[in-house]
């Protein structure tokens, strides 16, 4: 466990406070304990939200089956060709 070293502070109002300090006591822990627990949980939680992008079902079913239709490249198909041919030319 890394050692804790940094400090920080939070105002709050006598009820928040009471309310804090009895949930500390219910869960057996100091109220640091408490709310330092539930501060990294809701930041888990917020940095989950922020990073992750959900789609219904059937919209992510759609984009897989799209990226498993191949368009036609025809430009990319005479680039690769070209490049094959360019290097049996070099080899010989």
Do not use: H, W
């Not at 822990?29 to 939200?49: H, Q, Y």
């Amino acid at each position: 466990m890394a050692v804790k070293t940094d400090r920080m502070e939070a105002r709050v109002s006598p009820e928040e406070r009471q309310q804090i300090e009895r949930a500390a006591a219910v869960a057996g822990l100091s109220v640091s304990a408490f709310m330092v627990n539930a501060a990294v949980d809701r930041a888990d939680k917020v940095m989950a939200e922020a990073t992750t992008t959900t789609v219904p079902a059937g919209y992510f079913d759609a984009l897989l089956e799209a990226l498993d239709v191949a368009e036609p490249a025809p430009r990319l198909a005479r680039a690769a060709k070209d490049s094959a041919r360019s290097k049996r030319i070099q080899s010989r």
